[in-house]
């Protein structure tokens, strides 16, 4: 015998999972009688204790390993990969992240394998994780439209994010998912030995070097990443797309950076 569907639990999974949005050729549940009596007629003290076990047990399902093994599993990973094609194979198939279980796509970076500009932005939103790509919705056009302002192109560049997963709802990411991730990042990083890292918003500059300091008070400045004993790129951090959509007096700042970035590049051919 089917179990009957719980709708008020099938929304908390929902929203938890940061589903935001839904789409069908005909509408549902738009009658009264197409939603089961017996559902309709909980009261709310059965609904939240419903959810709340229906959450308590989705967590349980999704806590794939410990966080400290998980992060030696990346790193032991990772070191095997050397292109990024084996690296991207190694990402879709691990499985130390929770935020694979709730994301659409596995978003690995794009653009030159040989790009001498590196942007790292914080994690894929609703449209990259629909499409599988780094930066393609608003921000990403946006940022195609801040390359272009300086004479770059996008296919020039690499673009990937700290995290390749998206956090359900656009959440911030916790320090243990960035743990995580970061070694993947790192090996891109490594592989492809850019000249430049532009970082943008707070979590890709701290997760990249470890900055104590907010974006705000770090954007503009010149920093140095490691990438081997003998080879390092010039790190610039400046405000991320998204939030320059939500503030757009933020902007000439960024475009102040962006020149400073140019005009590096220029004086070192």
């Not at 009658?31 to 308590?56: D, G, H």
């Not at 990249?208 to 920093?223: A, E, F, M, Q, Y």
């Amino acid at each position: 015998m089917d179990k009957q569907i719980n709708i008020v639990e099938t929304l908390d999974w929902y929203i938890w999972a940061g589903v935001d949005e839904t789409c069908a050729n005909e509408p549902c549940l738009s009658k009264k009688a197409e939603i089961p009596e017996n559902i309709l007629q909980q009261n709310s003290k059965t609904a939240v204790v419903s959810s709340t076990n229906f959450s308590k047990n989705v967590t349980r399902t999704i806590s794939t390993q410990p966080v400290s093994a998980a992060l030696k599993n990346a790193v032991d990973a990772c070191a095997k990969a050397q292109s990024l094609d084996e690296l991207k194979q190694i990402l879709s198939v691990f499985d130390g992240c929770n935020l694979k279980n709730t994301a659409t796509n596995t978003v690995f970076g794009d653009g030159a394998q040989d790009a001498k500009i590196m942007l790292i932005g914080e994690a894929p939103g609703a449209d990259e994780d629909r499409q599988g790509k780094p930066f393609v919705g608003r921000c990403g056009k946006l940022l195609d439209k801040m390359l272009a302002a300086i004479g770059f192109d996008r296919t020039k560049c690499y673009i990937t994010n700290v995290l390749p997963w998206r956090p359900p709802g656009n959440r911030p990411p916790t320090d243990d998912e960035i743990a995580i991730c970061l070694p993947f990042l790192k090996r891109q990083i490594e592989l492809i030995k850019p000249d430049y890292l532009l970082l943008l918003g707070g979590i890709a500059l701290k997760s990249v070097t470890n900055c104590p300091d907010s974006i705000s008070r770090t954007r503009g400045k010149w920093l140095e990443y490691a990438i081997s004993e003998d080879n390092n790129a010039a790190v610039l951090a400046t405000y991320h797309p998204s939030y320059l959509l939500r503030s757009s007096a933020q902007k000439a700042k960024v475009w102040t950076d962006l020149i400073r970035l140019k005009k590096r590049i220029e004086e070192s051919k």
